[in-house]
Every structure is written in C-alpha cells, then in structure tokens.
C-alpha cells in the first residue's frame, strides 16, 4: 500500500512539474511573439522616419537651384527662401501649397488669380484665426519668384518696406530684417527661419555678398 501512495505522488509531481513548463512555454512564446512585433514597428518607424527625411532632402535640393537664380537676380539670400518656403508651407503639406503652388503665404493683389483660406495672425499679444485672400499660382517657381519680386520692388504702398532684407549680407541678418520690416507677425519668425536654415544647412546654397 505504501509503494501505491508512493508512486501516486510521483505521478502527480510529475504532472505538476509538466503543467509549469508548458506555462512556461506559453509565456516565452507570448513575449517572443510581442517581442517580434515590437522590433517590426521599431523598423517600419524607422523606415518610415528615414522616408520622410529623403522626402524633405529632396524638396530641398529641388528649390535650391532656382532659389540661387532668384539670389541672383533679385538679392534674395537663397537660404532665407528655401527656409521661408520650408515654414509658410509646413514641408509643402499645406492646402495653400499642395493645391495653390503658393509656398509663402503671400497675399493676392486685387484682380489676381486667388483663394480664401483660413490662416493665423499674431495680434495684440495672441493668435487669432482670419480668412485671408491668397494668391493663387500654376507651378512653385512662379511662387518663388513672386516671393523675391516682392521682397525686391516692397508693397504697394512702401517700395522701400524690405530694403534691410536686400541689404542683409547673411541669412541671421536677414531672417530679423524680414520681422522688422514687417513680413511676418510672428514674433520668434526669425528665430524659426534661423533655426531651419542651421538644422538643414540651408547656407550652402547662399550666393557669396559682394
């Protein structure tokens, strides 16, 4: 009788001991499997991060040259184009950009080809949301050439209005002429173009001051 107790035992350790390996097995299997997908998000975010930053090079490398010609032609420093273009359009994601070609935000002058839109301003210390009229245009040069064309001949009721901008011999100078003369009513604009033209070194492209 004592052997039958004995071996009863046995054989209940034993179906113990096989239940806490296949416990076991299932957990290792759970974290493996949780393990597995983790590492397969980390790649696709990866990827898709490494995606976007190839995206944003390549728009870069597709403004620089005309952005040197508008330099060239109007004295707008190359940099300070590509960072306001880079800024007004959100990496050319915006409404106003994707569907309008208009990379600067600029306004559209009576008879002009347009578009109502939504926008912020920076007014008495707060951001508030208006319906702004926009220009419209059929390709980004045309945008990018009214942008130096403006900056270049002022307003219409100030021609002189951005003359410290075209003065400027370096984008840093430039970039607080644009806030001063009035461009923007952002008042850290400077700093964010500043900041974008030294993230993506933007300056290589800048024509050298005469």
Known sequence: MVK???????????????????????ILAIIATFW??????????????????QQKIAWINELAPYARKMQEKYGVVASISIAQAILESDWHTSTLSTQYNNLYGIKADAGQKSIVLPTQEFQNGEWITIQGRFAAYDSWQESMRAHAKLLYHGTSWNAAQYQHVLESKDYQTAAKALTEDGYATDPTYAQKLISIIETWHLSRFDLQQK
Not at 4 to 26: A, D, E, H, P, Y
Not at 40 to 53: G, H, L, R
């Open 4 to 26: 039958r107790k004995k071996r009863r035992r046995k054989k209940k350790g034993f179906r113990l001991n096989l239940g806490m390996w296949i416990s076991t097995i299932v």
């Open 36 to 53: 597995s997908k983790t590492i397969i998000y980390d790649k696709q975010s990866n990827q898709s991060q490494d995606e976007v930053y």
